[in-house]
T-cell receptor
Framework: DQQVKQNSPSLSVQEGRISILNCDYT??????FLWYKKYPAEGPTFLIS?????DKNEDGRFTVFLNKSAKHLSLHIVPSQPGDSAVYFC????????????FGRGTSLIVHP | GAGVSQSPRYKVAKRGQDVALRCDPI?????LFWYQQALGQGPEFLTY????????KSGLPSDRFFAERPEGSVSTLKIQRTQQEDSAVYLC??????????FGQGTRLTVV
């Protein structure tokens, strides 16, 4: 059973608009969350993370929001750029699990010029 | 190099052949992970090392899969008697502390 779920396989957004990628998790022990970005034929690249003691973390155009009660996190990209087109993976980890990341299946983001 | 390096980038194996995939982590990184990524899926955890100790191998799909990191640096993932369902991208990642892991480019294994 998937512990980290990305229910939208794909998302299409116009350049300059906001991209919102969503992620749900089921394991209440998860306390550290990460987003990775992946281009074709490359490995995943770390983007941004958030600890469960926070509900928001911002880094430039990227903001991650965490709603612990709903077991939901989202990644906001504002403004979206064509170079943001990639597959985005949500990952979650737990202190008791040696912080080994568990990944979702990914959301393919396409930003149209 | 500064990043995680994996070799080979591509490997074609005949069914039944043994393969060995290599990972050079970032220097000084204590933790090392192996993941398997099938087409259209997210990375699936295989195994985890802290220095030379294999602390978790719960994700290895069968006893045909074996990983080692004898000196706490370079790691090798070995797959014996490869089968078609082993075809995937194998990703290695390393990490200094408990925060983000850094991934290599992966090895694409195709079993024919």
């Amino acid at each position: 059973d998937q512990q980290v779920k990305q229910n939208s396989p794909s998302l299409s957004v116009q350049e300059g608009r906001i991209s919102i990628l969503n992620c749900d998790y089921t394991n209440s022990m998860f306390d550290y969350f990460l987003w990775y970005k992946k281009y074709p034929a490359e490995g995943p690249t770390f983007l941004i993370s958030i600890s469960s003691i926070k509900d928001k973390n911002e880094d430039g155009r990227f903001t991650v929001f965490l709603n612990k009660s709903a077991k939901h996190l989202s990644l906001h990209i504002v403004p979206s750029q064509p170079g943001d087109s990639a597959v985005y993976f949500c990952a979650a980890s737990a202190r008791g699990g040696s912080y080994i990341p568990t990944f979702g299946r990914g959301t393919s983001l396409i930003v149209h010029p | 190099g500064a990043g995680v390096s994996q070799s080979p980038r591509y490997k074609v194996a005949k069914r039944g052949q043994d393969v060995a995939l290599r990972c050079d982590p970032i220097s000084g990184h204590v933790s090392l992970f192996w993941y398997q990524q099938a087409l259209g899926q997210g990375p699936e955890f295989l195994t985890y090392f802290q220095n030379e100790a294999q602390l978790d191998k719960s994700g290895l799909p069968s006893d045909r899969f074996f990983a080692e990191r004898p000196e706490g640096s370079v790691s090798t993932l070995k797959i014996q008697r490869t089968q078609q369902e082993d075809s995937a991208v194998y990703l290695c990642a390393s990490r200094a502390g408990d925060t983000e892991a850094f991934f290599g480019q992966g090895t694409r294994l195709t079993v024919v």
